[in-house]
DNA sequence: TATTGAATTTTGTGATCACATTATGACAAT
DNA sequence: ATTGTCATAATGTGATCACAAAATTCAATA
């Protein structure tokens, strides 16, 4: 058994306990850095962390409500495995949900937020020429998320999160065996129908760019990405 | 300041504390028993749920991430305000992911299924006729969910608990308020939607009992209420 | 070799305590 | 009447402990 390593974040000033740690697990999650199905330990977890148990449960609880983790019937805790069906599932709900998100968002947004959008996509661009995966997969969140946020009642981001949540451990597993994952995207479109104020043509355009990217895998690709992952069918 | 109180439940054997106080915190707020704005007290809840606050910290992080309660920067714990923009957003969400839950149920539900679903629908008419309305609207929810659940991936269903979770402290004004919130709706239809297997007429007809129901409220109709619950703006 | 069963360890859970922060109320000054 | 100040009370937070349930180990048996 391997035990648990947490990347080392900066806590912010005034941040519980509780916060932190929910932070660190989720970007281990995020990454792929937890295996499916193998169980994570309260003790283990607070350990890696340096901190006591109570804090870490409080942040098991959380992550669970978003779906990044799964309680068994045993109590224990796992991140969930994927299937074919599951991740056709979120990418589904993942399409659904940000297309409502942009459309609402279109009325709210400002020039100088679609300017911030734009820069954000350069530096995706740039991560991804250094060959920087992890850093280009944050920053495209973040591309999203600047997007759908422009709303102030933007009700749909947790739900969002949610999925890119449930999505990210098989994100990892792709970042590590696919090469060209994020060498075409619908960024320029997506901020053109920004810049136009037109919602249809941007829902089209998140929904090319969900479609072309992590859509895109065939049932075929997402067997074979699993087997390589070492995930047991189940 | 008002003691909290949690309704009596009988609490099944193996469930932990903080799954139960979960339960019940769920149960109050969803019938609009927590005044939205004022704020929860760890230690009020715990005695109220004669426990610890331990489990009762768990399940409030819970809620939170559920949307049901939102954390304030003082630290405090509220039920969040509603407001006419927040209500519309919710009942589009609700739209939009109920219609995308029965679409992909229409695929795997039984006919057995669907003679439960009619058994749910005719509970609803009598206690609706015996002015149970707590109790309508908790076997209306579970109408919904029977037909969403059939699809054994449903993703999208933790997704609907939260939307039904933000509208529920609304929903508990509503039935104080108004007399004739469940003389209509969409159930027969949905019904024969089912049993054609027609997911468009499924769609259709959710939508209907959506709009038609809690979703036709107006603006105006939305800010009396508010005003009725004696909601401040803010 | 495979399997059962008991002993041991690990783990989840909830209560309790101590501490720092925040809210509250009393009272004086303007 | 309103504002500001300070003492007190209430609250959120995290660590620690005890207990029961579950998992693991390992020896005995088929």
């Known amino acids: 058994m391997t035990q648990l390593v947490l990347r080392a974040m900066n806590r912010p000033e005034g941040m519980t306990t509780h916060e932190f740690a929910h932070r660190r697990l989720r970007q281990a999650i995020m990454v792929g850095a937890i295996p499916p199905g193998v169980a994570l330990t309260i003790r283990g977890i607070a350990a890696?962390?340096?901190?006591?148990?109570?804090?870490?449960?409080?942040?098991?609880?959380?992550?669970?409500?978003?779906?990044?983790?799964?309680?068994?019937?045993?109590?224990?805790?796992?991140?969930?495995?994927?299937?074919?069906?599951?991740?056709?599932e979120l990418i589904a709900l993942r399409t659904l949900l940000e297309q409502h998100a942009a459309r609402q968002a279109v009325a709210h947004i400002t020039e100088r937020q679609i300017d911030q959008i734009a820069e954000i996509d350069s530096e995706i661009d740039t991560a991804i020429r250094a060959g920087e995966k992890e850093t280009a997969l944050l920053l495209n969140q973040q591309f999203h998320r600047l997007i759908y946020t422009a709303n102030p009642e933007a009700m749909a981001m947790p739900m969002v999160e949610s999925v890119w949540?449930?999505?990210?451990?098989?994100?990892?597993?792709?970042?590590?065996?696919?090469?060209?994952?994020?060498?075409?995207?619908?960024?320029?479109?997506?901020?053109?129908?920004?810049?136009?104020?037109?919602?249809?043509?941007?829902?089209?355009?998140?929904?090319a760019d969900i479609r072309e990217g992590i859509g895109g895998f065939g049932r075929q690709a997402i067997e074979n990405l699993l087997r390589l992952a070492g995930q047991k069918p189940g």
Chains 1, 2 share one sequence.
Do not use: C, W
Request: glycine share 4%.
């Open 48 to 88: 890696a962390a340096e901190t006591s148990p109570t804090p870490v449960r409080e942040a098991l609880r959380r992550l669970s409500s978003e779906g990044a983790l799964q309680v068994l019937d045993n109590r224990r805790i796992v991140v969930p495995k994927m299937t074919v069906e599951r991740f056709g």
């Open 165 to 207: 949540l449930q999505l990210g451990p098989f994100l990892g597993i792709a970042m590590q065996h696919v090469e060209e994952l994020y060498v075409i995207d619908r960024h320029q479109e997506i901020i053109d129908a920004l810049r136009k104020r037109d919602a249809e043509a941007l829902a089209d355009a998140i929904a």
